[in-house]
């Protein structure tokens, strides 16, 4: 109810702060039976985690996350699995400045209103660095999935925009640069645009494109629970995101009906995907592919005027290390989020039939 | 779990299809002691049923609705109210043609595959028929609410958008022609684009605008159920909707933070609004507004290739009366399920502090 | 959240009151493909309604249920399945005397503190008349579960009890006489006893045991929600019942641990069956088996003195046509509760291994 | 789902395996702004912890409990509060002996078929220690609840019975002896009887009664989530528990209407208390009381046959330090899920009324 679970079945409850002793999380309704590939989810920590490259945040988190229960010689037992993950860089003397002071677009000011008490050092509960647990349990769920595909990349920064659809692009070079764009001269462009801008002491927003493989016909339920309705509030959880679009998206919306339905071939494949591999809510075996728009960062390297817990005027200033583009490290987030909603319904649906 | 329930604390449950004896819901968590306008719901009805205007189905459907329980002289009880529509309207011999048949990006192919039967009929439960019931519901929550205004109107039929922000629009225009465009002249376009249309027998997008004012601060949870992934999740179980954007939304993703960030009033309030009235996924007391985009309607009044249960090659064709475009009639059903988010967010903050 | 639903996955939603148009739920999450018998449905309503005997109320329900939806060509089709029984005997100006009198032991204060407000018309929700939609989902729920037999009977009424095991008893004589009590002599001396009771114009409580046979090994969940839990949960949720217990139950708690042990067979069966079918809270294949206690009924035919709404004395005094006793009709209520949750866990217990 | 959760809107979600390398839970939906006493929640960890007395096992756990979130200066914050326990005395090779043994009457058999695996150490996820957990979060809620007195007491070992009604009891004496029974004669007979079965290498059953006071009107929901329900669903889900009544209980089941009914004075009191507090699964005000059957721990210090995993005739015999007799050390457990029970009905409350 209050915010910090997500899924039915295969459920993840978080908790921590980001300057806290630790953050962790339960996975719930994991299957028995499941043998856990520890190195896969290091690695998609490692894809999550500060000070990866030269252009994200330089803090220095391990980030190394500790197993508490539910996994016994190596496999799931159907019991839920605890996890946490220790914060070892948390300075909390950085944040004595903001402590009375509302930073602008960050959620200082909402919190303090609704709860009448908040956190303030580094952004508390509202930090992304929640976002490493959701990157441990999409990383099992991955693993739940088996032949399910799931990848996500840059496709803009800023203006930056790789035009290419995804059936065009070689998945395999998207982590070769630290951009995450599987297009090298475009990933090199944007790399150094997010530079100029760090220099600047500003930031930049850009998007995030995801595309899902493999999929079994039937995930998604009817109504208020469509597959692609949960994938975009799965999506729509990540801080700093302002959009989703799924198939045709807001693209479609100036087609016709007869340019825009996919048409099927004989084994029931579809000649065109506008649909996004989603039909009525419900896979229809097709890519899913969807894109996820993130504003600029909040925090900033310049001088803000602001106002204080008690109405006056004062000054924002960002202090440290932060990102000056989120969209590189979205990208494992996405696909962690993307697999916590496949993971989920791929178990419902093991119930819609006698 | 099977999607057809909306909501955790004011939550709305329906059932029913396009073609069977009724549809209806029951609404739980209604607080005790609110005096029902009855008057309003129907309007609001009237606003979504079919046949309302030229530019619309023609199918008549009484779409009368008769609450069964939980009000008791005028009032709610706080117990369920349970509600039923019935369906007048239901020519089921017009659908013997698609009883084999899966019609282009429809849900004919994935619910078959899902669940081995389905009831054919209008499109079964996967009709829009089934909004009807969230918009009964969406009319009380709206009472609920009281103050808070919620207003959607169309911003765009194809490529015909209207190009203001929704501050310089004259609400009280929305629903003064047929398209629901608070701007007669490009309303009056748009009508005679959708005419058009429908004499080519096809079918166009568009995208609803919706703006919520006068919210309190402190809507909305933290991490997974932020107030913006619920509205996303909301638009996106309405039938057609391919995507969703709040505040700056997509454009968001090519500004800088400098240029992004919402800078205080010393009363709290900011003085622009990028954020959409919502940061760290809890209301600030700003407006909030968002963009939800249709793909143009699936039956169009041609011929298209398809195949049959068997995999064989077959014909769809649209008979009988479907709409052109369907954001005009999406406009209600929009705010119903904005009202449903923002009552069941203002009940459950009721619970967040001591 | 409200308290009107019951299960995860079979899920049912119910809503009414004793004299309102109609009562009526909605069945969330029954698998498709399940061909109904809608003959046995009809039958379980019956056992349930008033006036079926000489020894329960004379009320006159038709307790006819209609489904409105789920349903096509005989067969679930996964959608949600809504039904509605109407309210043909409902004589609203037999309760004027009690719109402002709080009846003693009945729900009036209570329900009056909490909401304000409440429909005073034979209890409104919370008469027993709710219990009619449990009856009909489960009458589904046994159809689903195919081999598992749930079969429930009286034993006792008042002091005289049937002290037999039900290993003991012959099932088939159940349905054999009025009471419900599958010995034909305690059933006669049940009978007139009740009847005596009536004469006085006074009620008595009683205990039903229910018995559930051929249980998959594997259904319920550790820790919260035991199988056991969830049955007592069940049952204490029917109207009058005040005390649950399963295998040894309160007796058991005199027992050491030596007698009270279940040794097992070489092919996992047990020699005694003390756990009454469950360990941990998972089903070991035995045979589950609980009692359900009742206290006498409310309403009795007596003037009893009491308060009105503003705090001044007044009488109250039972008119019209009441159960002297609740256990003959509550045999098929307690059955169908059983049977909600053994549905529940059974689809449930689907996602529990790879 | 799988059944590690407990509540609604204050939810606690445990993990952990009694030799895992920690258990602990998270407790989502606390409000904000609540002052924890630590001492106190200590003190109720101590209450329950092994090796407090001679009657209790002698495992040594230190049972410290660690918050990692949530808490801020001292105060909730809204935010999920996480918390571990080290399992600091889990000596695996004590468990190596019932690897492939099912002992008797534990959850071993019943794990092994449901999942296909189990952690066989201690009883991994099925043993009491789990409990930990929830002493940790009843603490809390029992602080949430302020005024409302949660008295929980050992009613009876084995046949040894305190036969006084909670009203002629002072509470003050239950934590004066080891057995937390209220009358200082009848405690000693009780510890002499828990000894002399000790000796025996036996076990034995109890219950344990709770009383609650200055209980607000209007706490629990009609129909399916009635206050009894819900105590009797957290009562049935610890480990061990047969049984379940409140109020008159099974003892009512054999009174009149005409006795049994609770006349209501001028204030809304009432006169006797049979109905325990609650009428319509709703609290009147009146003192809640009810009692939980316990059998015998099923570990006993004596050779019983039985099987191992593939259906091998084997022996079990307890090793090590068990409790002869659970009720002494449920007294805190049965307080701590009533609390849960309690906070979660209050909070709920909330939103009953507009």
């Known amino acids: 109810m209050a915010g910090n679970s997500f899924g039915k079945i295969f459920k993840l409850t978080t908790f921590g702060e980001s300057h806290g002793a630790a953050i962790g999380g339960i996975i719930d309704g994991c299957p028995a039976g499941l043998s856990l590939d520890f190195e896969t989810i290091n690695t998609e920590m490692q894809r999550r985690k500060p000070g990866q490259s030269s252009i994200v945040?330089?803090?220095?988190?391990?980030?190394?996350?500790?197993?508490?229960?539910?996994?016994?010689?190596?496999?799931?037992?159907?019991?839920?699995?605890?996890?946490?993950?220790?914060?070892?860089?948390?300075?909390?003397?950085?944040?004595?400045?903001?402590?009375?002071?509302?930073?602008?677009?960050?959620?200082?000011?909402?919190?303090?209103?609704?709860?009448?008490?908040?956190?303030?050092?580094?952004?508390?509960?509202?930090?992304?660095?929640?976002?490493?647990?959701?990157?441990?349990?999409?990383?099992?769920?991955?693993?739940?999935?088996?032949?399910?595909?799931?990848?996500?990349?840059?496709?803009?920064?800023?203006?930056m925009e790789l035009k290419k659809n995804y059936s065009e692009i070689n998945f395999s070079e998207i982590e070769k640069n630290p951009v995450r764009c599987p297009d090298a001269e475009m990933a090199s462009k944007m790399e150094d645009y997010i530079k100029s801008i760090r220099k600047e002491g500003d930031t930049v927003g850009g998007t995030v494109t995801c595309v899902i493989q493999n999929v079994p016909i039937g995930l998604g339920e009817p109504v208020f629970d469509k597959l692609h309705a949960e994938l975009g509030k799965a999506m729509l959880s990540i801080n700093a995101v302002k959009g989703f679009e799924y198939g045709s998206g807001f693209a479609g919306t100036v087609m016709k009906g007869s340019e825009h339905n996919d048409i099927f071939n004989e084994?029931?494949?579809?000649?065109?995907?506008?649909?996004?591999?989603?039909?009525?809510?419900?896979?229809?075996?097709?890519?899913?592919?969807?894109?996820?728009?993130?504003?600029?960062?909040?925090?900033?390297?310049?001088?803000?005027?602001?106002?204080?817990?008690?109405?006056?005027?004062?000054?924002?200033?960002?202090?440290?290390?932060?990102?000056?583009?989120?969209?590189?490290?979205?990208?494992?987030?996405?696909?962690?989020?993307?697999?916590?909603?496949?993971?989920?319904?791929?178990?419902?649906?093991?119930?819609?039939?006698?």
């Open 57 to 159: 945040t330089q803090r220095k988190e391990e980030d190394k996350v500790k197993f508490l229960s539910g996994i016994f010689e190596g496999k799931t037992t159907g019991m839920p699995i605890g996890f946490v993950i220790e914060n070892t860089d948390h300075k909390s003397q950085d944040y004595s400045h903001i402590k009375d002071v509302y930073r602008p677009s960050h959620a200082d000011y909402t919190y303090d209103k609704k709860y009448g008490i908040r956190d303030y050092r580094g952004g508390g509960r509202s930090s992304a660095r929640e976002t490493a647990c959701r990157v441990v349990a999409g990383a099992i769920a991955k693993q739940l999935l088996q032949n399910i595909k799931i990848t996500a990349y840059v496709s803009s920064v800023g203006e």
């Open 267 to 354: 084994d029931g494949s579809t000649k065109s995907n506008h649909s996004g591999g989603i039909q009525g809510g419900i896979s229809n075996g097709e890519d899913i592919y969807f894109k996820v728009a993130f504003k600029p960062v909040a925090t900033i390297m310049r001088k803000q005027e602001t106002i204080d817990s008690k109405g006056n005027k004062a000054e924002a200033e960002g202090k440290g290390r932060h990102d000056p583009c989120v969209v590189p490290r979205a990208v494992p987030i996405v696909e962690a989020m993307a697999a916590l909603v496949m993971a989920d319904f791929y178990l419902l649906n093991k119930t819609s039939r006698l």
